[in-house]
């Protein structure tokens, strides 16, 4: 009967710290999980801030106007190669 | 003690009891009851969270990938009045901070509110700002805006995100209107149970998917639709015009290259253009095509073989009279015996009823059907109308309309039958998006679609020569692009004013394709109520051959010759 007990409160015992543990590790990795979440979000709030950048300054638009600040302008006219050239000859064609 | 005095004290407990249990019942009815949507609501807050993960709105990108439209942050900055000791302060710091003026925010500090708002829409570095000057009791909220990296390009194709009448976002116009389903996506929502000192417990969360809104990739092709609106910004300009529009085509398939028009609106601050700014000119505004209109009569007529391009007019010596009407040439000179190849360089008024007259009217308007006008093309943007194509023609009716006058269409349906001749004879079904991708990243990728045959090859290229031979000798041969064979056909149409049609207004218009032997590109260029010139070839052709120039640099494409 003793033994029977004793095995019963060892038993508990074990049961109650294995509790304990498990609470605690749920614990620590909820806090974990927050602390990653909210590194997520800001890094990702810092991805869509560059990213918002990046497209200001890469827009057609903006570059266009850049460029005439700078002193670009329009070609008016280009050209047009009508037939094909030669653009190198063999050294047998030149003997 | 009596028998009935025992007695008179077990009723009075039992009293007791019964009332006792009365109040307790009430009490339990006023908890599980009365109060208990509200009670249930303060456990849960207390025990756990309701997250709420708002859907982002799918971008609309061109065929360069680069985004239209698509979605940047900023914040929303609040303040706790009654943290905040000294308010004028704060109104103070925060004016100077922002560029807002101190009494505002003063007077929103003075209220009796644990929450008031200050400024939406602030933008990273300036919340940066704020968080420096380090004040008790202010906060900011993360919000999604609507942002258009090239501003105003191609507004009114891609509409604007505006608010529906319960205050949610809703797109309006051009694709955010006709795309809008797909693109706002489904909001997601995390349960989470919290412990006691309020972080989430992780093995007990449940959660609603966020499905994020489909993005759209367009057909547009960036470069050739900024080159269109800058070309016909600078004409409309040069020509004092009241405004225009430009619509390009891939020739093959019917995608849409470039769709300008002019006065366009901001779609990030639509609300400070007139409501009449929004709709899409190219698809919503209807208008009679003029000269740009006889190469539709001429292509049905020899594909119906009524003529041949040496067929030579018999009623082009001098005005026509129909119906007790008169009708002259644009420029009052008459070619007797003129040849087709000739009427088409001319733009012969005259020549266009000899045609008309040996088509009839039944075979005229067949072609037309065919041609697609007076039905939508079905593009996939918003708010597309289409003229009628009356199921009566009288004489004088049939007459005008061989000359594009008392006959409307909208500039995409021109465009489109005009690229019927271009690409072979085929009607295209015309669309702006060419790929949608799902939220898990699949994609969907839109095919061009034939909508019928109209013309015989053999009629198409007979045609593409005489469209040639009008670029090459008619009217605007001063502005075409060396070495290229660009087909083309300008157009003066009168508009009608007050129940006539007023001779000094005009929409000034040329359509072409280019190049000739091998089309890719189809293109209409509309100039409204030009002033300096009122014809096609002075005022639309100019437009037309140097965006022509742009896409050719653009596209590399070969000399013809």
């Known amino acids: ?95 | 003690m009596s028998d009935k005095a025992v007695k008179s004290r077990i009723v009075l407990i039992a009293f007791f009891f019964a009332f006792l249990y009365l109040l307790i019942i009430s009490k339990l009815f006023h908890w599980q009851v009365v109060k208990a949507e509200e009670l249930k609501t303060l456990s849960e807050s207390q025990s756990s969270e309701e997250l709420i993960t708002e859907a982002r709105r799918g971008e609309i990108l061109t065929s360069d990938e680069f985004p239209l439209a698509t979605n940047k942050i900023s914040y929303l900055l609040y303040a706790n009045p009654k943290l905040a000791e000294d308010k004028e302060d704060y109104a103070m710091l925060l004016g100077k901070t922002l560029e807002m003026d101190p009494a505002t925010i003063s007077a929103r500090l003075s209220q009796d509110l644990f929450w008031v708002k200050i400024k939406e829409r602030l933008t990273p570095d300036e919340k940066v700002k704020v968080d420096a000057l380090g004040l008790e009791g202010v906060g900011f909220q993360e919000q999604t805006d609507r942002y258009y990296p090239e501003a105003s390009m191609a507004a009114h194709l891609i509409g604007f995100l505006g608010k529906n009448n319960d205050g949610y976002d809703q797109g309006f116009f051009g694709l955010e209107g006709f795309y809008n389903s797909q693109m706002q996506g489904r909001d997601g929502r995390l349960y989470v149970v919290k412990d006691a000192l309020s972080n989430p417990v992780v093995n007990d969360i449940r959660e609603e998917k966020t499905l994020h809104g489909r993005s759209i990739k367009l057909t547009l092709n960036r470069t050739i639709q900024f080159f269109a609106e800058k070309r016909l910004k600078e004409g409309v300009l040069k020509y004092e015009a009241d405004g225009g529009s430009i619509i390009a085509l891939d020739t093959k398939t019917g995608k849409v290259l470039a769709s300008a028009s002019v006065p366009n609106f901001d779609p990030t601050n639509y609300y400070d253009f007139l409501h009449t700014s929004y709709k899409d000119p190219v698809v919503s505004d209807l208008y009679e095509p003029g000269s740009t209109f006889k190469v539709l009569i001429m292509a049905s007529a020899l594909d119906l073989k009524k003529i041949t391009p040496e067929t030579k007019c018999a009623s082009c010596d001098g005005p026509v009279q129909v119906s007790g009407y008169t009708i002259k040439t644009w420029n009052n000179k008459y070619y007797p015996g003129a040849t087709m190849k000739e009427v088409l360089q001319h733009s012969d008024n005259t020549g266009m009823v000899f045609i008309g007259q040996k088509m009839g009217a039944g075979s005229t308007r067949e072609y037309l059907k065919r041609f697609g006008i007076g039905e939508k093309t079905g593009i996939d943007v918003q708010g597309e109308v289409t003229g009628e194509l009356r199921d009566f023609w009288s004489e004088i009716d049939l007459a005008t309309i061989t000359f594009g006058q008392g006959i409307s269409v909208t500039p995409l349906q021109l465009v489109n039958a005009v690229n019927a001749i271009a690409n072979g004879g085929t009607l295209m079904k015309p669309y702006v998006v060419e790929e949608i991708t799902t939220h898990d990243g699949q994609k969907i990728t839109m095919k061009s679609k034939a909508v019928r045959r109209v013309l015989k090859e053999s009629t198409s290229k007979v045609m593409k020569e005489l469209m040639v031979n009008n670029v090459e000798a008619g009217e605007s041969q001063w502005t075409k692009v060396e070495s290229y064979r660009i087909a083309g056909k300008t157009g003066t149409a009168q508009v009608p004013v007050a129940g006539h049609y007023d001779p000094n207004v005009t929409i000034a218009s040329f359509v072409g394709f280019f190049p000739a032997d091998d089309p890719q590109v189809t293109m209409l260029v509309l100039v409204n109520k030009p002033k300096t010139s009122i014809y096609g070839s002075e005022t639309a052709a100019p437009i037309f051959f140097s965006v022509a120039k742009d896409i050719i640099q653009h596209l590399e494409i070969p000399p013809s010759y």
């Open chain 1, 1 to 95: 009967m003793l033994k029977t007990i004793f095995i019963l409160t060892i038993i508990a015992i074990l049961l109650q710290v294995a509790n304990v543990f498990l609470s605690n590790t749920i614990a620590s990795g909820s806090v974990e999980a927050a602390l990653l979440t909210t590194k997520i979000e800001k890094v990702e709030e810092k991805n869509a801030i560059i990213k918002t950048e990046l497209l200001k300054y890469s827009s057609l638009t903006r570059l266009a106007s850049r460029a005439a600040e700078m002193g670009f302008v329009d070609s008016k006219k280009f050209i047009t190669v009508n037939s094909p050239l030669s653009v190198a000859v063999s050294s047998q064609n030149t003997q």
